[in-house]
């Protein structure tokens, strides 16, 4: 079972510079979201979807866009790369109900983007 | 807002202990409960989910406990072993926002020395 999986694993970006990581899921699961963790801090969410074509923002959305055209796949892409983007990325999924049943997220193992 | 804090930030424990991390939520109209272990450099695993309406959950020598009136979580982690070194971090569901979102406490940094 891969589970979550995310590409690339490290990226080193310019300032300026835009670039789209990959976020891919195959259990079937609705929900899918995007953090960010930066040193000794929690993570925070980014953006999430509820389902193929409806996306909407997290805590921290600026700077960032996502989009969902499957089920599978939700990637998040940077346009104009800022050192302030330095962070550890994680894509998550899970599967929810609208009656407010939340069940338990599976995250990828990371993109380490450093902005210089 | 809701927030998540964990206490203490690092905790070191010899093998064989008993311990107890702490998580303590200001919100207590949560969805469910989630703890998650993260070595350095990885990603996180899920240890255990604890609905809303549950008290508590078990998986092996873990134990999470659940008490939304006093907002508070346990972990207890039972006969400690070197390979349970990690950040143990606490998440909730919380309600009136995104559906499903977690809101993430810093973590608990655990050493267990052989």
């Known amino acids: 079972n891969a589970g979550v999986t995310q590409t690339p694993k490290f990226r080193i970006l310019k300032i300026g510079q835009s670039m789209t990581l990959q976020c891919t899921q195959d259990?079937?699961?609705?929900?899918m979201y995007w953090y960010r963790q930066d040193p000794g801090m929690g993570l925070k969410l980014i953006y999430y979807s509820v389902g193929a074509g409806i996306t909407d923002k997290g805590e921290v959305p600026n700077g960032y866009n996502v989009s969902r055209s499957t089920t599978e796949d939700f990637p998040l892409r940077l346009e104009l790369a800022a050192p302030s983007q330095t962070s550890v990325y994680f894509c998550?999924?899970?599967?929810?109900?609208?009656?407010?049943?939340?069940?338990?997220?599976?995250f990828g193992p990371g993109t380490r983007l450093t902005v210089t | 807002k809701q927030e998540v804090t964990q206490i203490p930030a690092a905790l070191s424990v010899p093998e064989g202990e008993n311990l107890v991390l702490n998580c303590s939520f200001t919100d207590s109209a949560i969805y469910n409960l989630q703890w998650f272990r993260q070595d350095p450099g990885k990603g996180l695993t899920s240890l255990l989910l604890i609905q809303s309406s549950q008290r508590e959950q078990t998986s092996g020598r873990l134990n999470a406990s659940l008490d939304k009136s006093s907002g508070r979580s346990t972990l207890y982690i039972a006969a400690s072993q070197p390979g349970d070194s990690a950040t143990y971090l606490c998440?909730?569901?919380?309600?009136?926002?995104?559906?499903?979102?977690?809101?993430f406490g810093k973590g608990t940094k655990l050493s267990v020395k052989p």
């Open positions: 259990m079937n699961h609705n929900y």
């Open positions: 998440a909730v569901g919380a309600r009136g926002g995104s559906q499903g979102n977690l809101i």
């Open positions: 998550a999924s899970s599967y929810s109900t609208r009656t407010g049943g939340s069940y338990e997220q599976y």
